[in-house]
Structures are given as C-alpha cells and as structure tokens.
C-alpha cells in the first residue's frame, strides 16, 4: 500500500505499495535535492554514536581549504551577470557528464559517497559469513540476488510468469479492478490508485486516499503536447510498448502497442494540471466510501479495494473531477486492451529484476531515449540503490552507516545551526511590515512547532519477517513490497508518530513534513560541502543552513503555510495578511515563468512556486542568522573575500550541476524544483545584501530594481 512520505532524490524502480503517497498527499517537500519509509510496530531504539567506536577516515568531498573552491569560478563573468556561472563556471565547461548519468553535481558526488560506504559495509559484512536470519546475511544476500547476472538471464521472464498469466486471465472489469487493487505488489499501473496517508486536518491518524495514475511517459504534457520533441517520444514510446510485449507473446504487438498509447493519452487528458494536484485546498475531499460508490457505480469499488488489502469507510479523494472520466474510460475500453496495458508495466516496472534483454530495452526507452542517459549505471550501484533504499533494507544499512560515519558532535552543530535559524526566522516574522500581529502570533506558535530531525531516527525498523533469498530476485523484491504493503495497512487503526521518519539515515535528501511540522537532515547530506565542521563558518551557513532555511521556508510557503503548527490544515492568516502574501508569491512565480532554460520550454513558475519560496526564504534566513551567530563582529577576509563574499559563494556553489537536455525537459514537465541555476540566480537577485556583498548594479544582466524585488520571509 502506498504510505505517504517524502521525496525520493534519485529514481529506482518502486514497489507501489511504498510509493509515497505522502507527496502526493501534499506530504513532504524536500529540497531535491527528491518510496517511503514506514515503521513497524517494534523498531529497536537507535544506539547513539560513542567516541569509543573505532572510525575510519572518512573520505570528503570538501571544496578548497575553507569550504569554497575558488579554482572553479569563472572572473570572466561578473557576479551580477550570472551569480551560478561565476561560481561555477570553470566546471562547467570543463566536466564531462559520464555516459551512465543524466545529470552530476554537488549533490550526486555525496550520493556516491554514500553508496561506496554502503558498498564497503556490505562487503565487509559478507567477509564475517553472518548467520542466517541476520540483518547481515539478509542485506549481502540481497545484493548478492541483483548481481547474480547468470541466474537471472537464465530465468528470463519465469519470475514474474504467474502475474503475468493472472493479467491474460482477466474477464470483466471486477477482474480488471482487482488487478488495479494489485498493482503496487505487482508494480504495474493503473488509472485509479489508493494509497495511505496522513489526514491533513487530523494529523493524529492516517487515511485511505484515492489518486490518478496509469501514465508510462513522466507527465501528461508527453501525451498532450504536439511539438517535435514529444511527438517524437510517444512514436519512439510505441515501438517500445511493441518490443516489450513480444517478451509476453503479446499477438500483433505494434497494433496493441497503438492502442496502448491511445488509452494512456486519454488517461494523461483527465489527469489535472500539475499546478492543480499541489493545491492542498484543491486535493483534500474526504468522501463516504458509500457515497462515492453513489457517484460512480459503473466501478466496482469494493473488489477494486478488496484486492488492495482494505475496505476503509472513507476515503480522501484527491483529484474528485478526475475519477469520473477514468470510471468512463475502465468502462467503455475493451478488456483486451486493458490487459495488454496491464502486461506492458508489469513487465516495464520490474525489467530491473528480469533478464538482461528485458532490462535493457527498457531502459533504451525510459532512460536513452526520455531522460538521455546513454548507458546504464554500473550495476553494483544499481544493486546499492536497491537494497538501500527505503523499500528496500534501508534501514538494516543506515544503523550502521551512522555508527561508522555520522559523529555525535556533528548532530550536535546541526542542531545548533537549526536553533540559530529559529532566532533569524522569527526576527524576520517580526520585522515584517505586510503581516498583522495577529497573524504574527499564529506565525511564532509554528515556527516555535518546528521539530528538527537530524541525522538518524529515534528507532530502527524491525526486518525480522522479511525473507531474503540469496537466489530469488524477484522473490526478495516480491517480499519486501508484501512486508511494507502490510506495515502501510495495519497503520489505519493506529495513530501517528510525529517522531518518524520516511526517509534512510544515508539518503541524500532533506525534506519538510507539513502534518508533523517536521524538518529532516539525514545524515547522508550531513556532509562536506553541505556541512563541514572544520569548514568556514560562512560557508556552513551559506550551504547547510540555506538547505535548513528552505526546509523551515516550506511550512511558510503558498502551501504549507495552510496548516499551522500542530500540521493541522487550516487557515491562520487574516484575510488581508493572506492577500498581501499571495501578491508577493505571484510576483515570484511571474519572475520564474519568464526563465526559459530549454529554447520553448519554461520554467513553471506556479508549479515550482512552493520551492522557490523555499529557496528565497532560506537563502535570507541563513544570511540573517550567520549575521546572528557573528555578534556584532565583522569577520576576517579570507583569500581577499568578506564573510559574505563566502557565504554566496558557498551557496552559489552547492546547487553546481549539469544536466542532459531530455532530463532537464522532464524536470521542467514533472519536478516542483526549478533548474539549479535559477535556483541560485534567481534567490540571489532578489536579496539585497547579495548586491552589496559584489557590488551589483543596474549595468548587470541580474540587476532588479529594488521596488522589484520580492521578499516574503
């Protein structure tokens, strides 16, 4: 069952019933820096880190001898003209992306950090020959599973033949929706998805929701829009669909694989606008199963949710104008279309578990064809992602991850930097000349909520029922989908923990939980250049605490600032305190639908509005605090720059990243996060002390009049 959580940071194929319905939910917004994490009923307590556990030297990927690396700016550009470029642009223009990657940054060198240090403990666990049963044995032989490339050519489509036979089996549309109610165990699609998630305006408990669903391209404007660049895609995407379904005997696949394409198109043209789907007052519809049984009877909504595990009395329809055209569409497309959709994306969602041929046509498509990317990772870091992810066994790994590479006393500087961040938001709430003091006190009482989690959970999850199988693939995968669909299931009769955590102690992530009002640094981004205790005070703050500052910015943005400080969704704002704030996020999200970083395709300033906010508001909030945490005093200079010079410089520097053009149209089209460079040049140029730490002025491309300039936060 799906389980409401946060924002995964880099793409693997989900088992559904773990694919977050907590963004869906309006759940998590991270940083993306970019599924979820549940917590069984006995998870041990978490062992703090001693300063007696033996340590290695930890590798770090620290900028320069203080934090920054001035060797890649680039003086030709003046910081005025393109802040990001100045930063950067040596290395810009001279790395090359390897062919295994669609974008490379700051952030995916931690990432792969991270995973070698996952490699490493595997490894050495494997070398003790840990017993059976064991966290040990269970995370090394699933590894060991995904690597065993012989065995699992030899298989070929064997493991998933019996869902395969039960899709060819389907009769009606009672067998048609209990095949949707399987899809997240059988990790293929379907136009209606339920899910369990936190309820927004009684955060003590969760609820069944309902969604839309069943597209194979990214987001709807692949199907709808007819310019060269997609037209091109759905006719690449329709070969693609035949190809697959040769592996399944499919008869006369290119003609089935059309009628797929048409069913998905019209799928993607009553999915909402993506703008729409983030709107929290728009998505929160609490229906009456009855009642929605009234509304749609052509659906068999009981054998639909029977299948999925649960019949839940109510149900929060997200998306209520949607469900409708979707019944229509179930009721009036021939079965045997449906079941060769069906037999696409079971075996397009899990070709990473299949033979060798199977995989690789699937990513010729998905990940040649739409993201760009001409080779596959190497497949050990493929298994790493597998086996430490959140549906994964993360959790087994992240326990000793912290133990070996997190100190106590970088928790404790986190920690110290989260409260200076307090001190500058409130001071800022404070000096604001657009809210009212009524307003202002609902705004202390939240900022005063915030619950900082830091590093790694309070406790661990419990494995002890998942069977892991040293020859089984796809048997593993199959097991941990069943334990984290049940995990998902049991959680509707008990209450919420505000303490959790949905995310692995080594992701490389932050992320804002609005219905706990809860902000989560996992130790994985706790990490040079992020954070670097033995780094310049200014670029921690420029770096670390602009990344806290967003996370806070996102229970103060267009949408989390509908749910106050208990996450309970509701409007504290006067009515003319809203009004003033709504005028300033629309001039914000005007600036960002004028970046065109694709020649055609912008910037969707609406959709990506939340996080902007986010990264402004951060961004002005870590300034404000590292000016607190200096007392008074003006910093020494450092190689001939001022602490503030150093500051944007390390912000400058933390979003450095290049990106494939296709996967840079995909963000454009489905991720809530504007580009790295507008994430950077267009949070600077709308804070003054940025122009007059370089002297900006009216002669510079990024120049804005300070009438134009929108401060929120």
């Known amino acids: 069952m799906r389980l409401i959580g946060p924002r995964a940071i880099h793409a693997i194929h989900l088992s559904a019933k773990v694919l977050l319905l907590a963004l869906l939910a309006a759940g998590c917004e991270g940083v993306r820096l970019t599924g979820s994490d549940v917590a069984p009923a006995a998870r041990p307590a978490a062992t703090p880190n001693t300063q007696a556990q033996a340590r290695p030297q930890l590798r770090s990927v620290r900028f320069g001898d203080w934090g920054v690396d001035l060797s890649q700016r680039d003086l030709s550009v003046a910081p005025g003209d393109d802040f990001f470029r100045h930063v950067n642009g040596r290395w810009l223009d001279s790395y090359e992306l390897p062919p295994d990657r669609t974008s490379f940054g700051t952030l995916t060198a931690l990432f792969e950090l991270s995973q070698e240090r996952v490699q490493a403990l595997i490894e050495e666990s494997a070398a003790t020959k840990p017993a059976a049963g064991s966290v040990e044995q269970k995370v090394g032989d699933y590894y060991a599973s995904y690597l065993d490339t012989g065995r699992i050519d030899a298989l070929g489509i064997a493991p998933v033949a019996d869902w395969l036979a039960a899709v060819a089996a389907i009769n009606s549309i009672t067998d048609l929706a209990r095949a949707f109610g399987r899809a997240d165990i059988e990790a293929t699609a379907a136009p209606i998805r339920v899910g369990i998630e936190i309820d927004r305006m009684d ?392 970046y065109e970083p694709v020649p055609g395709t912008f910037v969707d300033g609406t959709f990506t509005l939340g996080e902007n906010i986010g990264d402004l508001g951060g961004l002005a909030m870590a300034y404000h605090a590292y000016r607190l945490s200096l007392g008074g005093r003006e910093p020494p200079l450092r190689d001939g720059l001022t602490g503030d010079q150093r500051f944007f410089l390390a912000f400058g520097q933390l979003w450095r990243a290049v990106i494939r053009e296709e996967t840079l149209v995909a963000r454009l089209k489905s991720d809530s996060h504007a580009p790295n460079e507008y994430r950077v040049n267009g949070a600077v140029r709308n804070f003054d002390p940025w122009y007059e730490a370089f002297d900006v002025g009216p002669d510079h491309a990024l120049y804005l009049p300070p009438g134009e300039r929108v401060r929120i936060w």
Do not use: C
């Open 203 to 594: 955060p003590t408990r969760f609820i069944a929701g309902i969604d839309h669903g069943g597209l194979g391209l990214p987001e709807r404007d692949y199907y709808l829009e007819d310019t060269e660049r997609f037209t091109g895609i759905r006719e690449q995407y329709r070969e693609h669909i035949a190809r697959m379904l040769v592996f399944a005997e499919v008869p006369d696949a290119a003609f089935v694989a059309g009628r797929i394409l048409d069913l998905e198109t019209r799928i993607a043209a009553a999915h909402w606008p993506r703008g729409d789907r983030r709107n929290r007052d728009l998505t929160y519809n609490l229906r009456a199963l009855t009642d929605i049984e009234k509304d749609h009877p052509d659906f068999p909504w009981r054998d639909y949710l029977s299948a999925a595990g649960f019949i839940p009395e109510e149900l929060n329809v997200r998306v209520p104008s949607a469900i409708a055209p979707l019944v229509e569409i179930v009721r009036t497309t021939p079965i045997e279309v449906w079941r060769a959709y069906l037999a696409y994306h079971l075996l397009s969602n899990n070709a990473p578990y299949l033979a060798a041929e199977i995989d690789e046509e699937n990513f010729s498509f998905h990940g040649r064809v739409v993201y760009g990317q001409p080779e596959q990772r190497e497949r050990w870091r493929r298994a790493i992602s597998l086996v430490s992810a959140s549906n994964g066994l993360g959790d087994a790994i992240g326990q000793v991850y912290v133990a070996r590479y997190f100190p106590e006393t970088s928790k404790t500087r986190v920690l110290e930097l989260v409260e200076y961040l307090r001190e500058a938001l409130r001071a800022r709430i404070e000096a604001l000349d657009w809210m009212s003091g009524q307003t202002k006190l609902e705004a202390y009482r939240k900022l005063e909520g915030f619950l900082p989690n830091i590093g790694y959970p309070d406790r661990w999850r419990d494995y002890s029922a998942v069977r892991i199988d040293r020859a089984d693939l796809m048997g593993n995968v199959r097991r941990l989908r069943v334990y984290y669909e049940q995990d998902a299931i049991r959680r509707l009769g008990e209450p919420t923990d505000r303490t959790e955590w949905f995310s692995t102690a080594q992701m490389v992530n932050a992320f804002y939980t609005p219905q706990f009002n809860a902000i989560t640094f996992p130790a994985g981004i706790l990490e040079a250049p992020f954070f670097d205790p033995e780094a310049d005070p200014a670029v921690n703050f420029g770096a670390i605490g602009a990344v806290i500052g967003h996370e806070m910015g996102h229970g103060f943005d267009d949408q989390g600032s509908k749910a106050d400080e208990r996450g309970v969704q509701r409007n504290w704002w006067q009515p003319q305190d809203r009004i003033r704030f709504e005028a300033r996020a629309a001039r914000l999200a005007a600036q960002y639908s004028a």
